[in-house]
Every structure is written in C-alpha cells, then in structure tokens.
C-alpha cells in the first residue's frame, strides 16, 4: 500500500505492483509478533498465569504492503509483556482496554490460545460512556466525535539530524488536509486540531527501530520544550525515513491517547489518514476473492488490504472515504446526529443517498446475511451509492477505476464486534482478475442472490442523486438445525464374531426451506479393531429430505460374546456445529447345541377350535432366527398334516392347526420335523436331526 508504484501512470507497472501488496497482505494478516521493545518479566518459564493490565494493539504498515498487528499487555507496574495469539487476535478490544489475560508465560511473553476467550475486558471505571445518542443497534469505539486534539512532534536521530520538511508543511498534512478529510468522512463531526512541535533531535539512532523508544523520547523532547502532552488525546511521532523500521506508518489501534508513528521523508497523505484512522480504532478493509465464479464462499481468500475504495485498504488514490461498515464503528453513520443506516427487513424499494453527503440519510443499507450459530454475532451486507465527490472524486479516473461504482451499488460485509471483519465484495467476479477488483458494484438491473440469507438485491436506478434498490426478502432466512440420523435394526441378528453385518443409516435434513442443500459427511464409532465400511460417505440432502447408506460391520474373530455398540453420526460439512447421532447393537453369540422345543396352547380342544403350536429354537441360550421348521400333526385316524413357518428374532414360530367341525375324537401327535435347517450362518451342519414332539387330545 505504501510503495510510490501505485502513481505510475504505467498500468502494467501498476498492476505488478498492485498484485505484489495484495498477495503480501493476504499472507501476513492476523498474526501477532513480539515485540522487540519486550520488557522482560520475572517471572519464571512456561508457566500458566494470569495477568492483568492495559491492553496495546499497535498496527505496522509495511512498505512492501505487508501489515503486522503487535499486541502487549501494560501491567500496573509499567512492564510491557508482548501478548501471542495461537489463533483469533483480539479484534473486538482496542489499546487502553483493561484486560485480564490468560495464558503460558514463556521468555517474557505470554501466549494466549484465544484472543475470543482468553482475554476478557474488564468493565471498570476506566470502561468509557458514550456520547448521548439517539438508539441504535450499535455502540461506536470511543472518541470519535469533535475536535480531536493531537501533538505533533517532529523528530529526528542522533546520527542522522536532518529536517525532511517544515514546521508549516506539517501543520498543513494535518490540520489542513486530514482535518478536510476527517471533517468531510465524519460528515462535519470530527476535526483534527492541535499542535505541531519540534524539530527536536532525539537520543536514538537511526540504525534502531524501537517504536516505544522513540515515542518516550520524542514526548520527552517535547515536555523539555515546555509541550502540556495533556492538553492532547492523540499523539503523533513524525521523523525522517528510517530504514531500519520497514514500515511506513505504525499506530495504536484506538487508545487515549492514541500513538502514530510516521516514517517518511515527505509524507503521504494516505499514510497519515490511514494511521490516524488505526488510531481513531479501525482495523483494515479487506477484500472477499472468491474466484471468478463467485461473490460470496465460505473460504474465500480474505486479501488483509484489499479494498481498493477505503483509505483502510488500498485505493488507488491518496486517499478514499472509509466504508459504511468502518464509519458506522466510529458512530459518523447510524448514530446520534450521524446520517442513518437503514436495516432492511421486508421487501421493498429503498434509498441510498450519495455515501459522500450529510443529511439524514440513509447513506447505506443493511441487510442481515448470517448469524453465527455459536457465537450470535450477526454479519450484515453493507449497500453504498458511492459518488465522485470530495475525497472520492478519483472515482471519475478511468485509469485507475473503470467507474461501475458510480453506476452501481457497491457491496461490503462486516460482522458485529468484529473490527477486523470488513470485506469488499465483488459484484462481477467474472471479470479478470486485475480489472476484477476495479468494477466491484452492481449495476442497475443487475441482481445479486443469497438463497442462504433468502434475499435478492437489485439496483434500479443509481444516479449522482443516490441510489434506489429492490430488495426482496423471502421472510425466512435459513436457519440451519441439527440432522436427524437414526439406524436400522435397532439389534443385529445373533451373529458369530467375523460376520459381516449391514446397519441402515438414515439422515433427515432439518434446515429451514430457505437453506440451500447440505452434504453431511457419515461416520461411524465401533469398538476398536472393528472394520466399518459406507456405501458412501456422505449424503447430500435439501431441506426436510431424508437419504440412507449403509454401514457394514465386521467385528474380529475371536470377539467375545456380548453386545456391541456401533454408532453413526451425520455432520454438516460446511457447518460441522450442526450434526447428529444414532446407535445400534451388534450382537455376538457363540452357538451352542441345538435344542427344540415344541407345545401346544391348550392340552385338549372342541371340534371347529384352533390349536397354537410354539416352536422354539435355541443354540445354547441363542434364538437360530429365520430357520425354516416343519409340523406335523397326525390324526387319530393317521391323517398326517403339515404346518410350516420361519423362527422369529426369539427363535420362536407360532403355527396354527385348525380342527374342522368334524374333527375325530381321540389323541393326536404333534412332531416338528427331523431334519431342521439351521438360520445361523456358521453352523458347519446346515441341518441337524433334532426334533421333539407333543400330544393333545380332542373332546
Ligand atoms: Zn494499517
């Protein structure tokens, strides 16, 4: 963002170098280094403590485009402990938050897991109320509105004591052109005001960079000079190029006061309105890629400085109005006085006033796109009618913009509580990729579709009188839910260990209608050394839709008899906090002898009543389900009749004799057959000449 390439009047030139600072920005986002000011600590190695202090969120801006967020921890006794994320830096606190930080304190530093859940804000006196407001669904970052009082001190080295620029040429970067441009982004609410001091030669060399350092030292300089640092609530330290400290600008994100840190010969006014906007408490605009196929993914490539229309990325330009998402966080939209974002909810034709114009407004909309399912923070699409007018007149450069965003209506995200959580979008991802991020908005008559958020957005007329949008809302966002997974049977067969035995695993989608369709990976918990192969591994279902696999389970020869658990699961592939379970039982029987069983319901019968015959077999204390039996019930007159049937999961067929009304008087005889197959399946005699047989008798 800082290279000079971005003037050339070379496109190609500027397209390399474009391309350089934005695959730098993408690779370097979000990580926390030490810093080299670390102060040590007493305290001994790789111990869990907890610490409390001032939280420093300082931001470095590189040269080469790359950025690095330094997070520290100020305790009461002036230490400074350099903070380390393992994942999710802080984003949601700004510096001079009082913290309680929790962690493994190794070499000086402490290393947090979680920037979301191990670091609390403590709320205390210290916690700042905000101005009166009209109600609003969001609480801007403090000190934002008024005249914002702020030091200047120029400085330079020891062994390099040259004055770059004038005491005059400062006064005018500051309280000339960024006031402008602070007064014009914040609709005439903001200024910046104050003093510059100095030239003071201070007592460090230009072969160090220690922003700590320099910043006592020239605040030292200034106080020697008779400066109240008091009266003012941002500081800025200003000196000659120093190639040590790769960056161009360095700032506290927020605090009061804040501390920016200019390292250039001639300033760029973009380098001075980026910084001071850290200090204000933005973090950076980023650009959503999602390739060339679409606006929206799940796993785009989040480019750290890739808004190319918001002086908090990278605009082709000195500098570019901040987003409606960035200025909405510092109140100068939808907060008291403020022009307002107005929260689309039902379908309808809406308004956008030009971005760059007070009034009432609406100078944005905001429509609700997700809702995280663990955290509820809420992620909104963020609609702009931007103009070329004031600090975004270089929307009128076709060299650098090819100008649908002012014939369109320009798209960004952003999440509540996030502050590092604004994305640029891209309208026309179909676009090449250099001019792809040059045409960003949508035009009028174009539509862009979020079946997931159940929302269609088009631009009817777009003009440098504003913008209007239809927007049409299906009434029911997606809500996605847990699947439904159930299994069957219930309980195997009484198997042997070895066998092979299928479960029918059963998923029903529950997402709301408006839900696009998901796929739900399958997967299987059995005992340990059990084989546990699908049909397939996952299944794709829309909402309310059910699918089945099968899962066929082998436990090991030799397993004991018992029953086994054997668990599936279902889990949403895009969103894995949304799954479900089920479980069967695989049970393992050695066989026993075969035994049968036979008898009737009653011991004697009248003519024209029906006789229950049981049949039960058993392998040892196993059922042998589905094995064919054969009855014979032999009359007193030697009339023989057969009854056939299957075992059921007891071992048990019912079969039914029915007397006719004629039925001979006397005793009959009931035998099941001599020869029985047997259901098991690894009985080596597939039949066996076990029988048995019973009598009753006729009145
Ligand atoms: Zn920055």
Redesign the pocket.
């Known amino acids: ?1 800082m290279n000079q390439e971005r003037y050339a009047v070379c496109v190609p030139i500027l397209h390399l170098g474009l391309l350089a600072v934005l695959a730098l920005g993408a690779a370097a986002s979000g990580f926390a280094q030490a810093s080299s000011a670390a102060a040590q600590s007493q305290v001994g190695t790789n111990q869990r403590v907890q610490l409390e202090g001032e939280l420093e969120i300082i ?3 590189f040269r080469d485009g790359h ?1 690095r967020f330094v997070y520290s921890l100020k305790l009461a006794d002036g230490t400074r402990v350099p903070l380390h994320f393992v994942k999710q830096p802080p984003t949601h606190l700004l510096t001079g938050d009082h913290v309680r930080a929790n962690g493994q304190l190794s070499g000086g530093s402490l290393t947090l897991y979680s920037g979301s859940t191990n670091l609390t804000k403590i709320t205390g006196p210290a916690a700042k109320t905000p101005p009166p407001s009209t109600p609003s669904s969001s609480i801007p970052v403090p000190n934002t509105f008024g005249a914002q009082s702020t030091l200047v001190i120029l400085v330079n080295f020891q062994d390099d004591a040259v004055q770059p620029y004038t005491v005059a040429a400062a006064q005018n970067m500051f309280f000339g052109t960024a006031n402008n441009f602070f007064m014009e982004n914040s609709y005439q609410q903001t200024s910046i005001t104050g003093t510059v001091v100095g030239w003071y030669t201070i007592p460090v060399s230009i072969t160090t960079c220690d922003t700590a350092q320099i910043g006592t030292a020239a605040q030292n300089a200034a106080v020697a000079a008779g400066a109240n640092l008091s009266n003012y609530t941002r500081y800025v330290y200003a000196f000659p190029h120093n190639n040590v400290c790769a960056w161009a ?1 360095s ?1 506290s994100v927020g605090g009061k006061p804040s501390e920016s840190w200019i390292n250039e010969s001639s300033p760029d006014s973009h380098t001075i309105h ?2 001071l ?2 200090a204000f408490g933005l ?2 605009s980023h650009l959503l890629d999602c390739g060339t196929t679409a606006t929206i993914c799940s796993s785009g490539n989040i480019v750290e ?1 890739g808004d190319l229309l918001d002086t ?1 990325g990278v605009p082709q330009t000195a500098s570019a109005h901040y987003n409606a998402f960035q200025k909405e966080r510092l109140g100068w939209l939808n907060y008291g006085a403020s022009p307002s974002i107005q929260t689309v909810q039902t379908s309808g034709i809406y308004t956008i006033n030009p971005y760059e114009v007070g009034g009432p407004g609406p100078n944005a909309l905001k429509i609700l796109k997700s809702t995280d399912s663990t955290t509820g923070a809420k992620t909104w699409y963020y609609l702009e009618a931007r103009q070329a007018v004031g600090f975004d007149a270089f929307l009128s450069n076709g060299v650098y913009y090819t100008q649908n965003e002012t014939t369109g209506v320009l798209f960004h995200i952003g999440t509540d509580g996030n502050g590092s959580s604004s994305d640029l979008l891209d309208m026309t991802p179909a676009t090449p990729t250099y001019y792809g991020w040059f045409d960003p908005s949508l035009v009028a008559g174009q539509t862009f579709q979020d079946s997931t958020a159940g929302v269609t957005i088009t631009p009817t007329a777009v003009s440098s009188s504003g913008a209007t949008v239809q927007v049409t809302m299906n009434g029911s966002a997606c809500a996605a839910a847990n699947p439904s997974v159930s299994v069957s049977p219930s309980q195997s067969q009484y198997v042997t260990s070895g066998t092979a035995v299928n479960f029918t695993a059963t998923v029903t989608d529950n997402d709301s209608s408006s839900c696009a369709p998901a796929t739900f990976n399958l997967g299987d918990a059995l005992p340990t050394g059990w084989a546990g192969v699908w049909s397939a591994t996952a299944l794709s279902l829309s909402p309310g839709k059910s699918g089945s696999a099968t899962l066929t389970a082998t436990s090991p020869t030799g397993t004991a008899d018992g029953s086994y658990n054997v668990g599936v699961s279902a889990t949403n592939a895009s969103a894995s906090s949304y799954n479900g379970s089920a479980a069967a039982t695989y049970v393992i029987s050695t066989p026993g002898p075969l035994s049968i069983s036979l008898s009737t319901n009653q011991s004697s019968y009248l003519p024209g009543q029906t006789v229950g015959v049981t049949v039960t077999m058993l392998y040892g204390t196993s059922p042998d389900a589905g094995a064919s039996v054969t009855v014979t019930v032999t009359a007193p007159g030697g009339k023989a009749t057969t009854l056939s049937g299957t075992t059921g999961s007891s071992g048990v067929a019912l079969l039914n004799y029915k007397l006719s009304r004629h039925a001979a008087a006397g005793t009959y005889q009931v035998q099941v057959g001599t020869t029985v197959s047997a259901a098991i399946s690894t009985v080596s005699a597939a039949s066996t000449t076990a029988g048995a047989s019973t009598t009753f008798t006729v009145q």
Do not use: A, L, T, V
């Open positions: 963002m931001h470095q801006d950025g600008g700032s980026h910084e906007g850290h973090w950076h400085y908090m």
